[in-house]
Nanobody, 124 residues
Framework: EVQLQACGGGLVQPGGSLRLSCATSGFIFDDYAIAWFRQAPGKEREGVAC????????YYADTVKGRFTVSRNNPENTAALQMDNLKPEDTAVYYC?????????????????WGQGTQVTVSS
């Protein structure tokens, strides 16, 4: 059974940092691209960052470039999203997802396996 579990969310002030982690099991992690999505109230789920299966190729949404860093640890079957200089507009539920492909993507439809979300709130 494919499982992904995201954690690390919380309440942070603008300009602060958070690190989200995604623990996975039930599939060959090395063969899957891993992505982070977010969904704010009343908005569609959007791709934030993605890392290809080898970790060499990454994608970032324009809104987070230079502030977020996606990474993966293949031996440990985990992924992470380091979020720096957080802004109130980053407030959302964040999800990690796995795609049965070596290539990254930002499309929700390309990902068949999802973890539960973790809430990130940026507020003073």
């Amino acid at each position: 059974e494919v499982q992904l579990q995201a954690c690390g969310g919380g309440l942070v002030q603008p300009g602060g940092s958070l690190r989200l982690s995604c623990a996975t099991s039930g599939f060959i992690f090395d063969d899957y691209a891993i992505a982070w999505f977010r969904q704010a109230p009343g908005k569609e789920r959007e791709g934030v960052a993605c890392v290809g299966s080898s970790g060499e190729r990454t994608y970032y949404a324009d809104t987070v470039k230079g502030r977020f860093t996606v990474s993966r640890n293949n031996p440990e079957n985990t992924a992470a999203l380091q979020m720096d200089n957080l802004k109130p507009e980053d407030t959302a539920v964040y999800y990690c997802a796995a795609r049965d492909s070596t290539w990254y993507s930002s499309r929700v439809a390309d990902f068949g396996s999802w973890g539960q979300g973790t809430q990130v709130t940026v507020s003073s």
